[in-house]
T-cell receptor, first 114, second 110 residues
Framework: DVKVTQSSRYLVKRTGEKVFLECVQD?????MFWYRQDPGLGLRLIYF???????EKGDIPEGYSVSREKKERFSLILESASTNQTSMYLC?????????????FGQGTRLTVV | GQSLEQPSEVTAVEGAIVQINCTYQ??????LSWYQQHDGGAPTFLSY????GLEETGRFSSFLSRSDSYGYLLLQELQMKDSASYFC???????????FGSGTRLSIRP
């Protein structure tokens, strides 16, 4: 059974804190993503990675950074959390190969910045 | 860039048929996918159209017309458990990223 695991389901952090969101997948997928989900805005891509140590900005990278030191782990970092980063964060992965676009998602981390 | 437009909400009656549309603007993509997300859950993959035409998987069907930049998800014999949000998505031809639409919340009445 394929699995994408996010380290926390709920997080509450203070403004200005450095926040780490961790994601691990056990499917040996090359591609990993971080999205944030807000009501009415769908899933917006923050960053993605297509290989270890490789990263690409998505549509809303400001205020975020990422780390991919190992193939199975993709971390999202909020350098200095702000209240407008309160959101649901979703990690996803998919395999390279042909036209495959089936992405597998973690259960999400609901982050509240106070 | 890529953008995918969907209606924000659709309401239907149990047992009926509903169609959720997705129009897109993209420079190139592999195909159109659909995902389902129940409240509090993670999105899960439903279907994929690589080519124009209709793909059927049980009660769900998905359609793609590249010439019209349009696709839809068709749900038949609606059940209460189909109440969820549905997202269309494309994988960019030039990169590895997957872009999602804004999502359609489907509400089903008894």
């Amino acid at each position: 059974d394929v699995k994408v695991t996010q380290s926390s389901r709920y997080l509450v952090k203070r403004t200005g804190e450095k926040v780490f969101l961790e994601c691990v997948q056990d499917m040996d997928h090359e591609n990993m993503f971080w999205y944030r989900q807000d009501p009415g805005l769908g899933l917006r891509l923050i960053y993605f990675s297509y290989d270890v140590k490789m990263k690409e900005k998505g549509d809303i990278p400001e205020g975020y950074s990422v780390s991919r030191e190992k193939k199975e782990r993709f971390s999202l970092i909020l350098e200095s959390a702000s209240t407008n980063q309160t959101s649901m964060y979703l990690c996803a992965s998919y395999a390279v190969g042909g036209e495959n676009t089936e992405a597998f998602f973690g259960q999400g981390t609901r982050l509240t910045v106070v | 860039g890529q953008s995918l437009e969907q209606p924000s909400e659709v309401t239907a009656v149990e047992g009926a048929i509903v169609q959720i549309n997705c129009t897109y603007q993209t420079s190139g993509f592999y195909g159109l996918s659909w995902y389902q997300q129940h409240d509090g859950g993670a999105p899960t993959f439903l279907s994929y159209n690589a080519l124009d035409g209709l793909e059927e998987t049980g009660r769900f069907s998905s359609f793609l017309s590249r010439s019209d930049s349009y696709g839809y998800l068709l749900l038949q014999e609606l059940q209460m458990k189909d109440s969820a949000s549905y997202f269309c998505a494309v994988r960019d031809l030039g990169a590895s990223k997957i872009i999602f639409g804004s999502g359609t919340r489907l509400s089903i009445r008894p």
